[in-house]
């Protein structure tokens, strides 16, 4: 589950750890009244007004602006909220934007000049530990800086039994080339902000940038925050955080039915039986000439009212222009898949879409038998290769 | 022969009087599977599918000479259970629960390291050897005997790939499911490892999913050691878009190395025959297992 800057780092923040102060606000209004928060609680006359999307590059779409004074930060808000905000990691069409983050200023020139970090903690699945990397140059792409200079790119993992060592914190410190007051502020930057991520259950911590301030402290400046699903229910606190309008709202239905389901651009629809199954449905669709529309595993019951909240999931997307039901039936017998497809497909009415539902496993022949002499408009097929050209078929 | 289990397992079932526990033990007990007896905490003393209920695992290590153990217990309880069984001298110990917390399997992992065991899973189908146990939530009757192990990191996937194996005219030694989750107790090369050594087994099956890097390490793996038995490969997820989890934890696009279509270029490189339709698996197994007579 992805969180919003905001919500990241108020997390950040209930850990100790130092952010960029900020006030959200969903009305140009309220982004005046935040600014002028930040002016006289925080002496900064200065502000960032952010667009809150989840989605990253928000600064190459305008979605963050600085603004210099509460009336430049209500006219930037003004233009901000409602945009549809496109960056690399949106879709083409960009996202709305809701909310945005007014945030103070925090690049005010000082004793020392500052300096953009990048710090972020995820698993490392190789080592299967969890690693902190971290690198001078912020602000940046971290792909491009490890592709063009990857001596920039440090790791440090932590061992799971004992956690982060000091002697780790040290060394992370000294190769951000960091000493004095900044050395001790990052050194208690990074315990915080590693004790976070395990007591928040994350998967992801992106601090880029994390800012060495011209007064030699160190605060994170933006923050993105993705939490395991699996451990969401010991975090009720974060799990209320979660936004469903930013989720794709036919996702957000089918997982209230249970059903895991991702929306995709192609136009083949697929019901199937467990995820790694229905991932090879998919490439099996493509390489029938056609591309799929959707990744949907219905689990392992697979009965006439969920095979009918499938049909109606994968139905709601115009694009669809055929569906392949695939069904290895193991334990479930695929005559009574066979017999869920019926009803469901006689409740639906009538579907516009060419079906063809493969049932293998326990009972497939009973089952290919009853869907034939179904009278619906639906084909059958027992092997994987005889649906494929079933789907290749059906796109001519 | 066969890797991992056989008819002389002693198996308990942790999480044994629970609606997903008594369902599928009932089935591997249906299967003549070695089912000794089972753990459920509270209720040790009682007996459940005729076999003996104990409170904890090392109750049950104690009277049955377990050696394996499959585990069903739900998410929030599993990592602990799977460090029960590791402390309680489980040298096999299955892991079926999906939806482990990564930071559990993390320190579960770090704490069976240097316990004489080995685990498979979570989050995944469980072990196989047909005719001699079914440690698993598998169909067993698309599982024939023969000399094709099975690797695989899901579920109905494996028993798409067993029966086709099977109706191209051949037969399992042993199926390994070691599951969909980002952090697993045995890797794609350490289960070839196993079935490569394994004198019974003349061919492999690897399936493999997007995300990680386990199966370009098998597959080098493989090569490094002299491609000594043939080994047919497909890799689910060659349509999936970068950065969305496919159903399993650990199906994901992170980078360019991790995607199908690399896998398959180095799973190829490495000497490895390489299907792109699910559907080829059986047909292409039966082919260079002929041409290797």
């Given at each position: 589950?992805?969180?919003?800057?905001?919500?990241?780092?108020?997390?950040?923040?209930?850990?100790?750890?130092?952010?960029?102060?900020?006030?959200?606000?969903?009305?140009?209004?309220?982004?005046?009244?935040?600014?002028?928060?930040?002016?006289?609680?925080?002496?900064?006359?200065?502000?960032?007004?952010?667009?809150?999307?989840?989605?990253?590059?928000?600064?190459?779409?305008?979605?963050?602006?600085?603004?210099?004074?509460?009336?430049?930060?209500?006219?930037?808000?003004?233009?901000?909220?409602?945009?549809?905000?496109?960056?690399?990691?949106?879709?083409?069409?960009?996202?709305?934007?809701?909310?945005?983050?007014?945030?103070?200023?925090?690049?005010?020139?000082?004793?020392?000049?500052?300096?953009?970090?990048?710090?972020?903690?995820?698993?490392?699945?190789?080592?299967?530990?969890?690693?902190?990397?971290?690198?001078?140059?912020?602000?940046?792409?971290?792909?491009?800086?490890?592709?063009?200079?990857?001596?920039?790119?440090?790791?440090?993992?932590?061992?799971?039994?004992?956690?982060?060592?000091?002697?780790?914190?040290?060394?992370?410190?000294?190769?951000?080339?960091?000493?004095?007051?900044?050395?001790?502020?990052?050194?208690?930057?990074?315990?915080?902000?590693?004790?976070?991520?395990?007591?928040?259950?994350?998967?992801?911590?992106?601090?880029?940038?994390?800012?060495?301030?011209?007064?030699?402290?160190?605060?994170?400046?933006?923050?993105?925050?993705?939490?395991?699903?699996?451990?969401?229910?010991?975090?009720?606190?974060?799990?209320?955080?979660?936004?469903?309008?930013?989720?794709?709202?036919?996702?957000?239905?089918?997982?209230?039915?249970?059903?895991?389901?991702?929306?995709?651009?192609?136009?083949?629809?697929?019901?199937?039986?467990?995820?790694?199954?229905?991932?090879?449905?998919?490439?099996?669709?493509?390489l029938s000439g056609g591309e799929p529309a959707n990744f949907l595993d219905v689990g392992g019951t697979a009965n006439a009212e969920r095979v009918e909240k499938a049909f109606r999931i994968i139905l709601s997307d115009p694009n669809v222009k055929a569906i392949l039901i695939n069904i290895f039936g193991g334990i479930v017998r695929c005559d009574r898949v066979a017999q869920g497809v019926i009803d469901a497909y006689k409740n639906m009415?009538?579907?516009?879409?060419?079906?063809?539902?493969?049932?293998?496993?326990?009972?497939?022949?009973?089952?290919?038998?009853?869907?034939?002499?179904?009278?619906?408009?639906?084909?059958?097929?027992?092997?994987?290769?005889?649906?494929?050209?079933?789907?290749?078929?059906?796109?001519? | 022969?066969?890797?991992?289990?056989?008819?002389?397992?002693?198996?308990?079932?942790?999480?044994?009087?629970?609606?997903?526990?008594?369902?599928?033990?009932?089935?591997?007990?249906?299967?003549?599977?070695?089912?000794?007896?089972?753990?459920?905490?509270?209720?040790?003393?009682?007996?459940?599918?005729?076999?003996?209920?104990?409170?904890?695992?090392?109750?049950?290590?104690?009277?049955?000479?377990?050696?394996?153990?499959?585990?069903?217990?739900?998410?929030?309880?599993?990592?602990?259970?799977?460090?029960?069984?590791?402390?309680?001298?489980?040298?096999?110990?299955?892991?079926?629960?999906?939806?482990?917390?990564?930071?559990?399997?993390?320190?579960?992992?770090?704490?069976?390291?240097?316990?004489?065991?080995?685990?498979?899973?979570?989050?995944?189908?469980?072990?196989?050897?047909?005719?001699?146990?079914?440690?698993?939530?598998?169909?067993?009757?698309?599982?024939?005997?023969?000399?094709?192990?099975?690797?695989?990191?899901?579920?109905?996937l494996t028993y798409e790939a067993a029966d086709q194996v099977v109706k191209a005219g051949m037969g399992i030694t042993t199926a390994i499911g070691i599951g969909g989750d980002p952090i697993i107790g045995t890797t794609t090369k350490e289960a070839v490892e196993l079935l490569m050594k394994d004198k019974e087994t003349e061919g492999i099956v690897i399936i493999g999913e997007i995300g990680g890097g386990m199966e370009a390490e098998a597959?080098?793996?493989?090569?490094?050691?002299?491609?000594?038995?043939?080994?047919?490969?497909?890799?689910?997820?060659?349509?999936?878009?970068?950065?969305?989890?496919?159903?399993?934890?650990?199906?994901?696009?992170?980078?360019?190395?991790?995607?199908?279509?690399?896998?398959?270029?180095?799973?190829?490189?490495?000497?490895?025959?390489?299907?792109?339709?699910?559907?080829?698996?059986?047909?292409?197994?039966?082919?260079?297992?002929?041409?290797?007579?």
């Open positions: 589950m992805n969180l919003h800057e905001y919500q990241g780092k108020e997390l950040l923040k209930s850990y100790g750890v130092k952010i960029q102060e900020g006030f959200v606000a969903t009305t140009p209004e309220e982004a005046y009244a935040a600014a002028v928060r930040l002016r006289d609680e925080r002496k900064s006359g200065w502000c960032v007004v952010k667009a809150q999307i989840h989605a990253g590059g928000r600064g190459k779409g305008g979605g963050v602006k600085l603004a210099k004074s509460p009336e430049l930060a209500q006219e930037v808000a003004s233009k901000i909220i409602g945009m549809q905000l496109i960056t690399p990691q949106t879709p083409p069409t960009g996202k709305l934007v809701r909310k945005v983050l007014v945030a103070e200023d925090v690049y005010a020139p000082g004793p020392s000049p500052h300096k953009e970090l990048y710090i972020s903690i995820l698993t490392d699945r190789a080592t299967q530990r969890n690693v902190i990397i971290y690198s001078t140059e912020g602000g940046m792409d971290i792909e491009k800086v490890a592709e063009e200079t990857p001596h920039l790119v440090h790791k440090a993992f932590v061992d799971p039994l004992v956690g982060l060592q000091s002697y780790q914190i040290s060394q992370i410190c000294f190769n951000l080339g960091l000493s004095g007051l900044a050395f001790k502020e990052m050194s208690q930057f990074i315990t915080a902000l590693y004790k976070a991520f395990i007591g928040s259950d994350a998967s992801l911590f992106e601090i880029n940038p994390c800012l060495k301030t011209s007064q030699d402290t160190v605060i994170a400046v933006d923050a993105k925050v993705a939490i395991d699903d699996n451990a969401l229910y010991r975090h009720p606190d974060l799990e209320a955080m979660r936004d469903k309008e930013e989720e794709d709202p036919t996702e957000v239905l089918a997982a209230e039915s249970d059903l895991n389901y991702v929306k995709l651009d192609g136009n083949v629809g697929c019901m199937v039986n467990g995820a790694g199954l229905a991932m090879a449905t998919m490439d099996v669709i493509k009415g009538t579907i516009h879409v060419p079906i063809i539902v493969r049932l293998q496993g326990t009972n497939a022949d009973i089952a290919k038998k009853m869907i034939d002499e179904s009278g619906l408009k639906v084909r059958s097929a027992i092997l994987l290769k005889e649906a494929a050209e079933a789907v290749a078929d059906v796109l001519k | 022969m066969s890797v991992l289990v056989n008819k002389k397992s002693k198996i308990i079932v942790q999480g044994f009087t629970g609606k997903e526990g008594s369902f599928h033990a009932e089935q591997m007990i249906a299967y003549n599977t070695n089912v000794v007896g089972g753990v459920t905490p509270g209720k040790g003393g009682t007996k459940h599918l005729d076999k003996p209920v104990f409170n904890t695992v090392s109750d049950a290590v104690s009277a049955t000479k377990a050696d394996t153990s499959i585990i069903f217990v739900p998410p929030r309880f599993a990592a602990d259970a799977i460090m029960e069984a590791a402390d309680a001298g489980i040298k096999v110990i299955i892991c079926i629960t999906e939806g482990i917390p990564i930071q559990d399997m993390i320190k579960t992992k770090a704490y069976i390291a240097d316990k004489k065991c080995r685990l498979i899973g979570p989050n995944c189908p469980g072990v196989i050897t047909p005719g001699e146990a079914k440690v698993g939530i598998m169909p067993g009757f698309v599982f024939k005997k023969g000399n094709i192990g099975i690797v695989s990191k899901s579920g109905t597959a080098r793996w493989i090569q490094k050691m002299g491609n000594k038995k043939p080994v047919v490969g497909f890799i689910a997820g060659q349509t999936a878009p970068k950065g969305r989890k496919m159903g399993h934890a650990g199906a994901i696009v992170g980078g360019d190395d991790d995607t199908a279509e690399a896998k398959m270029r180095i799973m190829a490189e490495c000497g490895i025959h390489v299907v792109a339709s699910p559907a080829d698996i059986g047909a292409t197994m039966a082919r260079v297992m002929a041409a290797r007579k």
